[in-house]
Structures are given as C-alpha cells and as structure tokens.
C-alpha cells in the first residue's frame, strides 16, 4: 500500500488518540451531526483505509466486516494500534491525553450528576405542591360572589361600591375571589409566622429556623396554608427586610423534605431568621 503523506500520517495519529479515549468505539467518518475518527474527505478515507488494513483499528463489533465496515459502524483501537501510537509519539503524552480525557468525563459526570439531584428536588417540590392543592384548594375557592347589599370595601351600595365597580364586576368574578383570597389569607400568616420566628430564636440564639420546621408549626392553627403559599409570604417578608432567608449547604441528597425548599437563583434556601430592625 502506498506510503501516507504527512497530513495523513497526523490524522492517523489524531485518529488513533481519539480511539483511545472512546472505548465504545466511533463512526470512522464525521458526518454532518456526528464526530468521527477521520474527516469526511478523500484524503482522509485513504488514511481510514490504511488504518483498517493494517488493524491498527477495527469495529469494535467483531460480527461487522473488518476491512471494509459501513461508514456509520463503531471502531476502536486495537492492540497493534496501541503499539503504533506509542511509538510514533510519546508515551507520555499518550498517558497526559488519557488523564485529560478522564478529568473532562468525570466533570461531566459532575454536572449530569448535579442536574439529575435538581430535577428530583423540583420535581419533589412540584409533588408537595400538587397534594397541598389536592387537599385545600376545594375548600379555599368561593363558590359565590359577595351579597350586592355589602361592598367588598365595607360601602353599602352606591357608585362606591367595590361590588359595583367596573374591575370587580359579576362578570369578572372568575379570576377575582381567589386573588381575594390569596391577599387576605398572606396578610393573615405574616404575623404568625414572625411571632414563632421570634420564639424558636429566643430558644435556639445561634442558629436558623429549618423551612419545614416552621411550615409545620404553621399549619397546625392555618389548615389552608399551602406550600406556595409559604412560599410567597417568605419572599415578601424578605423584601420587607423583616427576614432573612438562607441556603442548603450540604450535598442535595442529604436535603430533609426538598418540597419546602425554596429556589433562589442557583441556591436552595433552607433556613430563616427574623432581622435585628424586626425585633426592634
């Protein structure tokens, strides 16, 4: 077989490192969409040829033609290629490219890993949600509008009238009760919840009230309290500046009832405790 040129002699060499830290094997060509050991071209075909003939590489499947395999099956490195990479270069290097290859897959790792753990506390969280809903939510909907006699403003009939306003009126009514509903109910859980905040401080000075342990407390005198709920008053108190909402620093697989887990930018807040100008 003829001699290969330089260039084909360097994409020889770039073929068989990238076989090297593919052990499942690659196309022998690049395809529009896919990586392959060799570039799609005349050129590169040849020293594709060259490879396979001189069982430097081969499919990795052995039932696949060995000489001449179909573009799209899978090759590796075969011992006699091993041999070859090691001594056109250096040994050294060929250990450096491998533990390269090796840091880049377990940072990838780290990141699927990491992102599998945030998909399953979102969708722990979703889950809390939905049976919160599943067992308040038909309780908490009215099924009637107020009597026109009394205004949602406390008036009496008249232009005044919040029953009587053009924003609030009967035909309107779908959206509004439960935007009622929603503000008078967050109006209702700030005190108490600052109240308790204040207790659990007082008997635990140096450290921050765990979410669900706060959310229990709650619930047990605020039956219609839901997740979001808590959530929503959480982050208005904190624009408020009354409290201060802190995150999860340990592993997220070691989170106690991610449901009641807050997400703020990147972090998970767990923790909250009453500001200094709150108690003053």
Not at 56 to 66: K, R
Not at 112 to 131: H, P
Not at 232 to 242: E, I, S, T
Request: hydrophobic fraction near 40%.
């Amino acid at each position: 077989m003829p001699e290969l040129s330089d260039k084909q002699q360097r994409w020889v060499l770039q073929a068989l490192r990238q076989a090297l830290i593919t052990p499942q094997g690659m196309p022998l060509h690049a395809a529009r969409q896919q990586p392959g050991l060799f570039p799609n071209q005349a050129a590169a075909k040849k020293a594709a040829q060259w490879c396979l003939e001189f069982g430097l590489i081969a499919p990795v499947d052995e039932a696949a033609e060995q000489v001449k395999p179909a573009p799209s099956t899978l090759c590796g490195i075969t011992p006699r290629g091993m041999a070859y990479l090691l001594r056109e270069t250096s040994p050294r290097q060929v250990v450096e490219h491998l533990l390269r290859a090796l840091e880049q897959r377990g940072g990838q790792l780290s990141q699927l890993i990491e992102s599998v753990q945030e998909c399953r506390t979102s969708l722990d969280g979703l889950r809390g949600v939905i049976q919160q809903l599943q067992r308040q939510l038909p309780s908490q909907i009215p099924t009637q509008p107020p009597a026109p006699s009394a205004g949602i403003d406390g008036s009496h009939g008249g232009e005044a009238s919040a029953w009587s306003s053009p924003r609030i009126s009967a035909s309107a009514w779908g959206s509004y009760p439960i935007e009622l509903a929603e503000a008078t109910q967050v109006a209702v859980v700030a005190e108490p919840l600052l109240q308790h905040l204040e207790e659990w401080q007082k008997q635990h000075p140096h450290a921050d009230c765990p979410l669900p342990t706060l959310y229990q407390h709650l619930q047990q005198s605020m039956p219609f309290l839901t997740i979001g709920l808590f959530h929503d008053q959480l982050r208005q108190l904190q624009q408020q500046g009354a409290v201060q909402l802190h995150p999860w620093t340990g592993p997220l697989t070691e989170l106690p009832e991610p449901a009641l887990a807050m997400m703020a930018g990147h972090a998970v807040v767990f923790y909250v405790r009453t500001t200094p100008e709150t108690h003053g």
